[in-house]
Structures are given as C-alpha cells and as structure tokens.
C-alpha cells in the first residue's frame, strides 16, 4: 500500500478551498466597488493608502491590508502608489452582477440551511442592492432586449407602463434610448416611488415620465389611451407574483388589461427555468450566473417556471405571443432569459 504524501494532501486542500476563496474575493470586490474605492482608483491613477483614507474616511491600517489583499489576486498594484491592474480595470463593466448577486443575496446564501427546513419562511434580500444590480446588468440584456421588442410596434409615440417600475431606473434609461416614449411607472412601494420621483427628476424626465403608486392591478384603472400606442411592460416582475399572489393573479392581471386595452401591447421579461438541464448548466453562464440565479429564487419569494408555463398562462389569459427574442448572444447566448412581446389574441 504506498501512503499519501504530505504534498498530495496540500494539492487536494488547495483544491477543495478554492470556492472559501472565492468567497471572500466577491465579496471583497463587491465592496471596493460599492464603498467608492473602485470608482477613485478608476479616477486617480498612483494614489497612496494615505490619500484615499484621508478621501473617504476610512480607517488607514486596514485599507492597507485590504489593499494588499486585492494585490495578491491581481485587481491592484502598487507603482509609485496605488492602481487598478488591466484585470481590475477590466471588471468595471460587470460589478453590476456582484451588486446584485453579492450585495443583493450574499446574506441570503447565509440562510440556505435555516430556509431549507420544513415550515420555514422565505429567505431575506436586500432589496435595494437587487434593485441597482438588476438595473446595471439590464443595461446590457434586458433593456435592449426590450428595445428590440417595442421596434415591432407601429410608427409613433408609445406610452409605456411600467408595471412594477421600482425606483424607475429601466424606464429613465428606456426612455433615453427612445425619445418616441413617454412612461408610467407604478410601483405599491412608497420608498422606491420616492426615489422613482428624483431620479426621473434627476434625469429632467419629468415632462414624460409619471411615478404612481399602486399595484399592477390600479395600473389598470388608470385613464390610459385605448390605441397602438399603449404598451404596458414587466421586466423580472410577473415571477414575483406568481410566487406572492399567485398564478390566478397574473393570468387575472393579463386578460384584464387586454380586455380593458384590447389595442394594447405588452413586453415581459423572464427567465426560462431549466436547473436540470445539464447542457445549458455546464455553459460557462449557466454555472456561474445561472445555477446561482436559480438557486436564489427557490429561496427567496420568487417563482421561476419553464418557457412552456408562461406561454401556457399567456394563451389561457387570451393573450398572444406576437414575438420571442433573447439576449444578444455576445452577453448571453444560453437563451435563459426571455422576452415576450404579446397582444390580446385575435379571432
């Protein structure tokens, strides 16, 4: 019998810690980005450990050791004072992933085993950092997804109603890309009305775009235009209330606002829920956006369901599917994310 070496030991403990190490480096990238420091070091090239103390408050001996941590994985170096590395600089457009998956669920992971057992409630998020995440990385899916979607409607002015709007940061940038648009936001949540409010003020929209506050469901009632031009929008919303309220809910809400707006369009956007699909899961997204993404929602008060599901409840809501579009496959070519663009079915 030959014996394991002491080395063969130390190769196998490397190995089975590297997802301990991965844990502290999102996290730990996650947070220079979200505590200023990514966005100074962006700004000043060769900064001293002194200087961005002195800058953001913070507490010099262990911003050096923060720092030197950073150095060891490669986002930082030290050259006549501090700097991103090319691989630092390099993340900047995708920290809206760590805002959300890190900043927004990082504490839900926490809860898996407490959330796991019978009769437990749903895992807590932090809201607000789901919220900004989910907007950054729409930037780059689901906003042009929804631009490619609302290029199918007829020439003209649009209103869009944004059902579920949050603090209304995808219908500002929606309404950037496309001047044709005004928009309604309506959201049942006071705070993110509020912070809707000042960021449409913020970005001099305020002559387009209206902040209500209400559910999807008051959306309705509201005095909207009974043509072409109305089209109401979901965007990762109609998940929420499958799990909150659900599925007679949403299938209610659909063939209400068809039978109100019959004229009327709608894009949702959603997920395809496929764990179990072990081609798209071994995907280089699929394992490490996706398995995580899927995980989540079992968790927390969210309800993915298959490509199939939602096109089932679309057709039992008298609605039909006009158009079906992905992501650009240069940032997401599993097909997972889906964008649906739908009418009141026709005789």
């Known amino acids: ?23 502290a480096l999102a996290q730990a990238l996650h947070q220079l980005h979200d505590s200023g420091i990514y966005g100074l070091l962006a700004e000043r090239q060769g900064v001293s450990v002194r200087e961005v103390a002195k800058l953001l408050k913070l507490n010099e001996e262990r911003l050096q050791a923060y720092f030197s941590y950073l150095a060891n994985e490669g986002y930082l170096v030290e050259e006549i004072g501090w700097r991103l590395t090319a691989k630092g600089a390099e993340l900047a457009p995708f920290l809206p992933w760590y805002t959300l998956l890190v900043g927004g669920y990082a504490g839900t992971f926490g809860q898996i085993a407490k959330t796991l057992q019978a009769g437990a409630p749903f895992a807590t998020r932090e809201g607000a950092k789901v919220g900004a995440g989910s907007c950054g990385m729409s930037m780059y899916d ?18 869009v109603v944004d059902l579920g709007c949050g603090d209304a940061a995808f219908l500002v940038e929606l309404c950037k890309m496309r001047p044709e648009i005004r928009g309604v936001g309506v959201d049942p949540d006071a705070g993110s009305v509020e912070l809707a409010r000042r960021r449409v003020a913020d970005a001099g929209l305020a002559d387009r775009i209206t902040i209500r506050q209400g559910t999807a469901a008051d959306a309705l009632t509201l005095d909207l235009p009974d043509d072409g031009s109305l089209c109401f929008l979901t965007s990762f919303v109609l998940q929420e209330m499958l799990e909150q ?36 899961m071994a995907h280089g997204l699929g394992v490490s956006y996706y398995n995580p993404y899927f995980l989540l929602h079992a968790l927390t008060e969210q309800r993915l369901v298959e490509r199939g599901v939602w096109e089932s409840l679309f057709a039992e809501a008298d609605a039909e599917v006009v158009a079906v579009d992905h992501p650009a496959i240069q940032v997401d070519s599993t097909e997972l994310e889906l964008g649906y663009l739908l009418r009141a079915k026709t005789a």
């Open 142 to 159: 689901a906003l042009p997804l929804t631009s490619g979607l609302l290029d199918r409607l007829p020439d003209g002015e649009h209103l």
């Open 1 to 23: 019998m030959i014996m394991k070496t002491n080395n063969d030991f130390e190769h196998r403990l490397v190995e089975a810690i590297q997802p301990i190490r991965y844990m």
């Open 245 to 280: 309220d659900g599925v007679d809910a949403v299938r209610t809400l659909v063939k209400t606002a068809f039978q109100r707006y019959p004229a009327a369009h709608w894009v949702v956007v959603e997920v395809d829920h496929q764990p179990d699909n072990r081609k798209i």
